[in-house]
C-alpha cells in the first residue's frame, strides 16, 4: 500500500517537500506565519493519506465503518485547511475563524451513524443524506472569504494578483469538480492545492523583495527598476521627507520613529488609486510615481495625501512635478520636485524655529 501511495502523490511528496525546505530557509516572513504554514504542509499531506486510504477500502464492504470515518475526516478537513489559510495570510485574524469548521466536524462526526451528511451503505456504497450539500457551503463561504481577504490586502498590481487567481482555481475546482468527475477528483485535490501554496508562497516570495520591510511600500530597488521601465508613461511625480524624524528618533526612540514612518506610509498608500505607486527610497524619504496621470489628479493626490497626513501627529514636506508624456526626463521631473520638497521643509523648519523661539520668550 505505501509503494502505490507514494506512485499516486509523488508529485504531491516533492511539491511539500520542497515548499517545507524554503520555508526553513526564508528570511521574508514572520516565524509565526511560517509555523502556521508548516501545519498547512502536514494538514494537506495527512488528507493525501487519508484520502488514499478511503478510495482502498471503499471497495471492500467489510471496511463500510472505516471508509464512514475517512469520509468524515476529509469532508472535515477541507474547510479546516482553507481556515488554516486564512489565518496564516491574514493578519490579526482571530481563533474563531474556525468555528464554521469545528461546527462542520461535529455534524460529519455525527454523520458516520446517522447519514445526515453523507451515508455508507451495507455494500460500502456512497449516497448524500439532507445536508449533503453542507461541507461545499462551508468550504465555498471560506474561499469567497479567504480571496476577499488578499484582494483586500493587495494593492492590486497585476503581480500581486496572479497568485490570488492561481489559488482562486485551486478552491474552486473543489466546488466544481466533483459535480463533474466524481468523487474520483479527490485524488488529485490535495496535489492541486498543495500546488497552488507554493505557487503562492514563490510569488509573495517575489513581491517581498520588491517592498520595504518596515513600512511595506515600495522599495529603492524596485523604484529603480521602474522608472526604466516605460519612462514615457511617467506624467508625475511626488517626492515626500517626512519633517522631525531624527528628533522623534533622539527623543523617544527609534520604535517611535518606525511607528511615525509606518503612520506616514499607510496614509500615502490609502491615498494612491490607479496607476499611481509609492516607494521608500531613504530614511524618512518617499516618492510616488504616477503613469498616465493627468495633471488635475495628480493634485488630487497631493490633496489626499494632505489631507490624511494632517490627521495624524506627524508632518512632512511635500514636492512635486508633473509633465505631459514623453515631455520631460524621470530626472528632470525628480529635480524639480525635490526642490519644491526643501523648499517647503525650509519652510517647516524656520516656522519651528520662529515657534519655539516665541515660546521662549514668553516664559
Known amino acids: 500500500m505505501l509503494k502505490e501511495y507514494i506512485l499516486q502523490n509523488w508529485s504531491l511528496i516533492m511539491v511539500l517537500s520542497a515548499f517545507a525546505v524554503a520555508l526553513h530557509i526564508t528570511v521574508f516572513l514572520d516565524k509565526k506565519i511560517i509555523r502556521r504554514m508548516y501545519v498547512l504542509i502536514v494538514a ?4 493525501s493519506i487519508a484520502v488514499f486510504v478511503e478510495f482502498e477500502v471503499a471497495v471492500t464492504p467489510q471496511y463500510r465503518m472505516l471508509r464512514s470515518i475517512l469520509m468524515a475526516i476529509r469532508y472535515s478537513a ?66 469567497v472569504l479567504l480571496v476577499y481577504f488578499l484582494i483586500k490586502r493587495s494593492n492590486k498590481k497585476w503581480m500581486e494578483m496572479i497568485p490570488i487567481i492561481f489559488l482562486s482555481l485551486a478552491l474552486l475546482s473543489q466546488l466544481i469538480f466533483p459535480f463533474i468527475y466524481g468523487s474520483d477528483y479527490a485524488k488529485i485535490f490535495c496535489p492541486t492545492l498543495g500546488t497552488a501554496l507554493f505557487i503562492y508562497y514563490v510569488f509573495e516570495i517575489l513581491q517581498q523583495t520588491k517592498k520595504d520591510s518596515l513600512t511595506g511600500l ?25 519633517n522631525g524624524l531624527k528628533d522623534i528618533n533622539d527623543n523617544q526612540g527609534h520604535t517611535a520613529g518606525d511607528e511615525a514612518l509606518l503612520t506616514l506610509a499607510l496614509c500615502f498608500s490609502r491615498a494612491l488609486k490607479s496607476r499611481q505607486y509609492a516607494y521608500r527610497i ?42 505631459a508624456v514623453g515631455k520631460k526626463s524621470i530626472e528632470d521631473m525628480l529635480r524639480e520636485s525635490d526642490a519644491m520638497m ?11 524655529g520662529a515657534n519655539r523661539r516665541r515660546h521662549s520668550q514668553s516664559e
Not at 88 to 112: E, G, H, M, N, R
Request: hydrophobic share 45%; with cysteine; aromatic share 14%.
Open 218 to 242: 515600495l522599495n529603492r530597488h524596485a523604484y529603480h527598476a521602474d522608472i526604466c521601465m516605460n519612462p514615457d508613461e511617467i506624467t508625475a511625480l511626488i517626492s515626500i521627507d517626512m
Open 342 to 352: 526643501y523648499a517647503a521643509k525650509d519652510r517647516y523648519y524656520e516656522q519651528s
Open 78 to 143: 477541507t474547510p479546516f485547511i482553507i481556515a488554516q489559510l486564512i489565518y496564516t495570510l491574514v493578519k490579526k485574524q482571530a481563533w474563531y475563524i474556525f468555528i464554521p469548521a469545528i461546527a462542520l466536524a461535529v455534524v460529519d462526526a455525527v454523520s458516520i451513524f446517522t447519514g445526515i451528511v453523507f451515508n455508507i451503505g451495507a455494500d460500502n456504497s456512497f449516497s448524500r443524506g439532507v445536508l449533503g450539500y453542507l461541507p461545499f457551503i462551508v468550504v465555498g463561504l471560506y474561499c
Open 282 to 323: 531613504g530614511g524618512d524619504e518617499f516618492v510616488i510615481l504616477c503613469r498616465r496621470t493627468s495633471q488635475p489628479e495628480m493634485m488630487q493626490l497631493v490633496e489626499r495625501i494632505e489631507k490624511s497626513v494632517a490627521d495624524t501627529d506627524y508632518n512632512c514636506a511635500l514636492g512635486y512635478s508633473y509633465a
Open 44 to 47: 494537506i499531506f495527512l488528507l
